[in-house]
């Protein structure tokens, strides 16, 4: 995957993320940086989490393993999980 497609896809995963916590407050998938907390920035609980990541997995034909669910903290570790399963 060249730069550009790897950019495109990003905003995607994170399109996905906007879609999934339903939030007022962040529309764009440029408004999420890849340092804000699930918990805490976005408020999402363990069930919002693991929401999120069954629908990446639904969404990008993919496979997130448990043990990496603990990891999964900020915006960009999610998407860089899921950008590791694409490649």
């Known amino acids: 995957m060249d730069e550009k497609e790897t950019k495109a896809k990003r905003l995607e995963i994170k399109r996905l993320i906007i879609e999934m916590l339903n939030t007022s407050s962040i529309r764009q998938p440029d408004e999420l940086d890849d340092g804000m ?46 950008m590791a399963q694409l490649d």
């Open 37 to 82: 907390s699930l918990g805490t920035d976005l408020g999402c609980d363990e069930l919002d989490k693991i929401e999120l990541v069954i629908a990446a997995e639904e969404t990008f034909s993919i496979d997130i393993k448990d043990d990496d669910l603990d990891g999964i903290t900020t915006v960009g570790r999610l998407v860089d999980c899921v």
